[in-house]
Structures are given as structure tokens and as C-alpha cells.
């Protein structure tokens, strides 16, 4: 069944199809804003009925427990790198030597000390910097949870449209006394286009979310006009291609079973070129936001997942900022 | 009876008081666990943890060999590698408060074969531009350093909450918690509603208090305490040998820095240097034997060993026999002598190592000698470190290195875990722990136990195979140098 012509050929049209563009398509589209609650039913139903195993490490959502491993990273070593080390009008005495030029250049020791001295600088700084953090479909918490254990957040916000998936995060939070006790990481019941104009965010995620939802350019809007000056929006992906549909759903639902089968729609897949093009061809957009970081991953079975440097190939992460 | 008194009183103690919450609860206190300590302390990602150390023994021994160490020798000498030392030095700081005129390195190991003594190689530091292949160091040494490295994080730490505590003279009473079972067996219990119990485990301590462990450690050697509430299995068997431990004085200083070790059927015997005149000497052998070594007479035992160096296992159960009708029978020492007068004198200055003069009084002990590999080192909140998670054969003398580096992985993946906001009592934080140590553990304790099984026969056919494999090594430098590698864990 799976692999008979008449799937493949539905397949094939699904990646070539422009109604999946959703919206990314720079020329269509903003005349599906109507609903605003955008996750359609059928998303809804499913992961309500996950949100019982949704923190087993080992269970139906282990992939998606690996995959949190590298969103952390991916998200640490930006906010991390893009620190501004000195602040404007600090003298060069009191400022982190940076040199000009790649200081690969310089002699190994000389190098490690100016890397050092930077890396003291950047953890200096990240102390200093108390985030507020807002996620965007955070199901049973497993991003929320970890931003809220870094000591450079100062709260985090999950929200998520399934109240059964958001029960199941409430719960786990009071599993460790850390979060339980401050007031760091909360959890609403609503929609990104809920959330008041007036709360910015020093950071916003929208991870494995956008191929979710019915209209992910009418959110991914609403969430960068939520971003601070100086803040970002992660988020994570599938492009939508023929390894994407080998991978994510064949491989992944069908034959090994590593999600649970209706997790993924092909035609509702984002290229990440759609996003980027999206960004760049308005130009209130593209003066205001710039695409810093665009990586590709996939998942390596008894080892996790890895980044490659194919960004348009399968899954991606993507790190939008706001410019200063 | 008693188990069951001693859990009403455990209940009855958590009910009391409520539990204590603390990161990590490392129990013991040997060197992995005081390294665990104080690398976590050291490395500025873990440094917030609250951790807590308990330890059954008193450390008043190691405090004292630090204010006021012995005139001799202590019986338990490890060798150290030089990444263990790289590891001691920049990572858990621990290296500045060793006592460094009782640290002895050598770079060169002649092994040589009882049945054949042309059958010799020599592992030399110096074929890869190292100095050191690895340096010999009391127990007590790195133990009372460490103690010293934790107590100085401990007054530049501001935090009360943050400074570790250590436990001595307290014994684990019981341990509980959630049903732990290694990863594949855990049934998920799904949390529910009204339901305020963590699943961190709870450890009962003698003195009355009671830990809740985000992570739990076990570097309580052996007959871990931690590995058995985890249900993680150890596989592995007793030798049915045992190794005789000693202090003892060469005839005169050894200026060469070389350690010696012979293969004899009943299992290797080594000479390891110390400082001046000094050597410690690890004698692997049979039960019987190992009796023998610690009953006969100190004046005996110098000669017994300069014998076994270089003397013929047949003349070697004759003096045994001997001693066996009487340990302190004079007769055999001058068997031995008339014997070694005969041994090829163009042997004796290179070929073997110098002569004992004596043995330091009571320095002697015996301990059985096995192998053992846990499964797994990690569990839910559960890690094993050191002897809890591997006991090796003491002949490469890699049984402390596997600790340290055990102790390197967990930090690591701690490390990661904390950048990563996760849970480090958390199968996936702990998983790449059991990922990068356990294989090269599991090969390390695979080749000692092959070398031990290889010479402890003086079956002809074999004997011939070993003593051509050799000095067929001994002939081919890249690839001693591949060894030579290994041992000093580059």
C-alpha cells in the first residue's frame, strides 16, 4: 500500500504543490487570517492523546527528547556568539581584546588566551542578562523545562493550544523541586495570537510547530512581533522534500516506528528558502529582521541527532534576530 | 529481622523528617569518589550543584597523611598515567596538594616470561617523545590531596549551599526509591495528579539523616550498595588468585627509572620503583602461595622475591615446599643463594631487577583478585564510577586510570547536561556516560584478563606461542608503540 504508485505520485504532487506554501508564498496569501485559531482540530486530537507518554524518555517521544539535545545547543552557542562584548564607548584598555583578523592566524597559546578571555567575557555576561523566554507550542514542556533551568533565563512562558498536553507539562514540573519552588517557568492555555502585543520577549521558540499549523507565516508574524530589539525566534522545521517524506514519515512512522504514525503531513512541510525568501521580500520585514543561523539536522538511528550543512535538506533550525 | 527493623525505622525516620534534597549523594570515599567531588566543584558548569559525600570509614587517616605522613610507605601504591595526571592537574586541581617526594615516575617496563627468559620486552616511554609512562603514588596520597583540593573550593565558595558536604564514619543504611531497573526493563510509570513524591532515590544514612539524590553515585567499589538498589548486574569471576601486596628496600637506589614485572604460572610478579631505595611490589599468586608470602618471616621474604625474579619455577616449588613445613626455615635462604649463583651473571646487572635487601615490617596483604564489569553504568539517577562499575586484574595497572577516567566521562556529561538545561539525573545526560566509558573499559579489562589466562600455563604449545609472539613484538617498534600508548592512556 505504502509504496504503490498511486501514494508516490500523491506524494510527489504534495512537494510540488503550492497550496502547501501556506502562506510563505511571497505573492499569495493573508487572506486565510480569518481563524485565529490556526492548529487544525486533527493536530489537536493527536498529540492530546500523546500527552500521557510525553515524558518518557524512552517511550514514543524519544526522538523528540534526542532532538531537544541539539535545539539547547543550538540555541546556547547563538545567544551565545551574537553577545556583544563590549558594550559601545568602552574604552579599549577596559574591553575583550578582539582581534581584526581570524586569530587562528596568531600562535596557538596567544589564541587560546584571547579565546579564553572572551569565553570568561561571554559568561559574565550571559549572568548579567536575565532572558524572558516564549514557547510557542511547547506540548509537555521538554524545551520550556530546560530553558528554565538555564541561570541566564529569567522566566519562561510555554503555551500550547491541547490542554491535555499542558496538564501533562504542569505535572512534570512539580517532578523537580528546582522549578517547582520558583516561579521561573509557567504554562497557558492559549495561542501565539493571544498573547498581548505589550509582552516582548528576549526570546521566542517555535520548535517542530510550524509544519503543525494550517497558517505558519500568519504565526511565525505574530511571534516577530513579539521579539524585543535584540532577541531572537528559533525555530525548527521539515523541508519539504523527497528525503523529508523517506525520513520523517516512511522511515519514521512506518517502517521503524520512532514516531507514532499521523505525526507528520508532508504538505504541510516549509522549505527553509520559503521562510528566508518570505523574510527578505518585505522589505518592513527584512529591515527589521535578519536570518542569522540556518542548520540542518538528521537523525542518526543509535546515535541521536547530528547538524549537518544541508539546511534545505530534511529538517532544520533556524535563528531569526531582531537587529539592533 | 533485622532488614525489616531497619526499614520500619527507615520509614519511620522519612516520615519524621523529611528528606534532605540534594544534586548528587556520592557514596564513598576512595579516589573516584573524592574525584567526582572535587572535579564537579572545579568545573565552573557544576560548581552550583549541592552534593553531598558519605563514607563509611573515618578519614581521619587521609587528613592525617596530610599534616603528618608516615616515615614508610604505605602498602597501597597505584600507578598513575599520564592522562590521569593531565586530568589531576588541570581539571580537578588536586595535583598541587600531592605530596611530591613520594610520587616516583618512571618511563620504562621490562615484562619477561618465567618459562623462557629470552622471551622480554621492553615498553619505553621515550619511542613516543614521552618522559613518563607512568608514576607510582600512594593511595593515601591522592585521597589526602583531593580531601585537601575539596576543602580549599569549599572556603572560596560563598554560598553555603553550594559548599559539599562530606560524611564520614556513616554507613548507607537503605536505599529506596522508585523501582529502578536498568533502562530496558523500566516500566514508565506515568506521574499522576496529587501525587507529591519525587523519584529521586532516598538514601538512610547511619547517623540518622536522610538524602533525596537528584543523582545518585556509586563509588563504593565492589560490592556496590548503589549497583544492587539499581538492579544493574556485574558479570565477570574470581581468578582463584591473589595479590600479595609489600613495601620493601632495595640493596641500593635504582638511578635507571624502571619497573619490572615476570610472568610466572602462578601469576605476574612485579617490582615497581619508589623514591630512593624504596619499591613496592605487587605478587599475583594461588591461594596457597599467597598464604605462604605473608606468613613467612620478613627476613625470608626479601630473598623469596629476588628469587622469583630470576630462578626456575622448579627450583622455586622446591623452596616453596620448604617454607610450607616451616615459614621461618633459614635453610631455604641459602637454597636460594647457592640457586641465584648459578643464574647467568651476564643476566644478572641488566636483565633483572636490583636485589632486595628488605621488607617493610607488616607492609604485607593479600587480596582475592577478579574480574567484573556492571552492564551498565548508568541507571534513572543512577551512575557508577570506579570499582562499583569494573575490577581489573592489578597486572597493567590500570585499575585507578579506569576510575579517573570514568570520572572524566561523568563530569563531561554532566557538563553537557547543565548547557543543556537538562535534568542530570536524567537517562539521556547520563546515557553518553555509559557511551564513552564503558567500551574502552570493557577492552581494557578483556586484555588484562586474556594476558592473565595466556601466561598463567606453562602448557609447551603455549608457552611457545607467547614467547614468539614476544620477541616478535619486542622487534616491532610501531607497533610497542601502539602499547605504549595505551598504558600511559594517550
Not at chain 1, 539535545?69 to 540555541?75: C, E, G, K, Q, V
Not at chain 1, 532572558?131 to 529569567?154: K, M, P, T
Request: glycine content about 6%; hydrophobic content about 40%; some cysteine.
Amino acid at each position: 500500500m505504502l509504496f504503490s504508485g498511486r501514494h508516490n505520485k500523491r506524494v510527489i504532487h504534495s512537494i510540488r504543490c503550492s497550496r502547501s506554501f501556506r502562506g510563505f508564498s511571497t505573492t499569495r496569501r493573508a487572506a486565510h487570517l480569518a481563524n485565529s485559531s490556526n492548529s487544525s482540530d486533527e493536530e489537536l486530537h493527536h498529540f492530546s492523546s500523546l500527552a500521557s507518554s510525553w515524558w518518557d524518555v524512552n517511550g514514543p517521544q524519544r526522538i523528540l527528547h534526542k532532538m531537544n539535545l541539539l535545539r539547547m545547543d543550538f540555541i546556547y552557542s547563538n545567544v551565545r556568539k551574537h553577545l556583544v562584548l563590549n558594550s559601545p564607548g568602552i574604552s579599549e584598555e577596559e574591553g575583550v581584546y578582539i582581534p581584526p583578523y581570524n586569530p587562528d592566524l596568531l600562535p596557538l597559546e596567544i589564541r587560546n588566551q584571547i579565546l579564553e578571555e572572551q569565553e570568561a567575557k561571554r559568561d559574565e555576561i550571559l549572568l548579567e542578562n536575565k532572558l524572558n523566554v516564549l514557547d510557542v507550542g511547547c506540548g509537555g514542556g521538554i524545551l520550556s523545562e530546560s530553558l528554565a533551568r538555564l541561570n541566564f533565563i529569567e522566566n519562561v512562558k510555554g503555551i500550547d493550544l491541547s490542554p491535555d498536553v499542558l496538564k501533562a507539562a504542569e505535572l512534570h514540573k512539580t517532578k523537580d523541586p528546582l522549578l517547582n519552588s520558583s516561579k521561573k517557568l509557567t504554562y497557558e492555555l492559549m495561542g501565539i495570537e493571544s498573547v498581548p502585543k505589550s509582552d516582548e520577549y528576549d526570546i521566542i521558540t517555535m520548535f517542530e510547530m510550524l509544519e503543525h499549523v494550517n497558517y505558519p507565516a500568519q504565526i511565525l508574524d505574530e511571534a516577530l512581533s513579539r521579539v524585543k530589539v535584540g532577541g531572537w525566534v528559533f525555530l525548527s522545521t521539515i523541508n519539504r522534500d523527497f528525503i523529508s517524506w523517506f525520513t520523517t514519515i516512511l522511515m519514521g512512522e512506518h517502517v521503524l516506528r520512532i514516531v507514532p504514525v499521523g505525526t507528520h503531513s508532508l504538505d504541510k512541510y516549509i522549505n527553509s528558502t520559503e521562510i528566508i525568501d518570505w523574510l527578505n521580500n518585505n522589505k518592513d520585514r527584512s529591515s527589521r529582521f535578519s536570518v542569522l543561523d540556518v542548520k540542518g539536522c538528521v537523525y542518526l538511528p543509535a546515535y541521536g541527532w547530528k547538524f549537518t550543512d544541508c539546511s534545505n535538506v530534511g529538517n532544520y533550525m533556524m535563528a531569526i534576530r531582531r537587529d539592533i | 529481622m533485622f532488614r525489616s527493623l531497619s526499614r520500619q525505622l527507615a520509614t519511620k525516620a522519612s516520615i519524621n523528617t523529611p528528606s534532605k534534597l540534594q544534586d548528587v549523594v556520592i557514596i564513598g570515599g576512595g579516589p573516584a569518589g573524592l574525584s567526582l567531588l572535587a572535579a564537579l566543584k572545579s568545573s565552573n558548569k557544576t560548581k552550583h550543584l549541592k552534593c553531598t559525600l558519605v563514607e563509611g570509614a573515618s578519614l581521619d587517616p587521609i587528613r592525617n597523611f596530610g599534616v603528618n605522613p608516615p616515615p614508610e610507605y604505605t602498602n597501597r601504591v597505584v600507578s598513575l598515567t599520564p592522562k590521569t595526571i593531565e586530568y589531576m592537574r588541570d581539571k580537578i586541581g588536586n595535583w598541587n596538594f600531592i605530596n611530591q617526594e613520594r610520587v616516583n615516575f618512571y618511563d620504562t617496563i621490562v615484562a619477561y616470561d618465567s618459562q623462557d627468559n629470552e622471551a622480554r620486552i621492553k615498553f619505553d616511554a621515550s619511542t613516543i617523545g614521552d618522559s613518563v609512562l607512568a608514576a607510582m603514588c600512594e593511595n593515601l596520597n591522592i585521597q589526602s590531596s583531593l580531601l585537601e583540593r575539596i576543602e580549599e573550593l569549599n572556603l572560596n565558595t560563598m554560598d553555603p549551599e553550594q559548599k559539599s558536604i562530606l560524611y564520614d564514619n556513616t554507613k548507607v543504611v537503605e536505599i529506596t526509591g522508585p523501582e529502578v531497573a536498568a533502562e530496558h526493563e523500566l516500566p514508565y510509570i506515568d506521574p499522576k495528579e496529587g501525587e507529591p513524591d519525587l523519584d529521586w532515590p532516598t538514601v538512610t544514612l547511619s547517623n540518622g539523616e536522610s538524602l533525596q539524590a537528584r543523582l545518585l553515585v556509586g563509588a563504593d567499589g565492589f560490592n556496590s550498595s548503589v549497583r544492587k538498589f539499581s538492579h544493574i548486574a556485574s558479570r565477570g569471576w574470581f581468578y582463584n588468585r591473589f595479590g600479595v601486596v609489600a613495601t620493601v628496600k632495595l640493596q641500593y637506589e635504582d638511578y635507571r627509572s624502571l619497573a619490572w614485572q615476570r610472568f610466572l604460572t602462578t601469576g605476574p610478579l612485579a617490582i615497581l620503583p619508589l623514591t630512593d631505595n624504596n619499591a613496592t611490589i605487587v605478587w599475583s599468586s594461588t591461594p596457597e602461595l599467597s598464604e605462604l608470602l605473608v606468613s613467612v618471616d620478613d627476613a625470608i621474604f626479601p630473598h623469596l622475591v629476588n628469587a622469583a625474579m630470576a630462578l626456575e619455577e622448579t627450583d622455586l616449588s622446591y623452596i616453596y615446599s620448604l617454607l610450607k613445613k616451616n615459614p621461618s626455615d633459614m635453610n631455604a635462604v641459602e637454597e636460594i643463594k647457592w640457586r641465584m649463583s648459578r643464574v647467568d651473571s651476564s643476566l644478572v646487572d641488566e636483565g633483572y631487577p636490583l636485589p632486595l635487601e628488605s621488607v617493610v615490617p607488616r607492609s604485607r596483604a593479600r587480596f582475592p583478585l577478579k574480574m567484573a564489569h556492571a552492564d551498565t553504568y548508568t541507571a534513572p539517577r543512577v551512575a557508577l564510577i570506579g570499582d562499583a562499575a569494573h575490577s581489573i586484574h592489578p597486572l597493567a595497572g590500570q585499575g585507578l586510570n579506569m576510575g579517573q577516567s570514568d570520572v572524566a566521562s561523568l563530569v563531561s556529561a554532566l557538563e553537557d547536561g547543565v548547557t543543556r538545561g537538562l535534568d542530570i539525573g536524567s537517562t539521556l545526560v547520563l546515557e553518553q556516560y555509559t557511551a564513552n566509558a564503558w567500551p574502552s573499559n570493557h577492552v581494557m579489562l578483556g586484555i588484562c584478563d586474556k594476558m592473565h589466562k595466556i601466561f598463567s600455563t606453562d602448557w609447551p604449545p603455549i608457552v611457545f606461542f607467547r614467547g614468539f609472539g614476544i620477541k616478535s613484538l619486542n622487534m616491532l617498534g610501531s607497533f610497542k608503540d601502539v602499547i605504549v600508548r595505551a598504558l600511559s592512556g594517550r
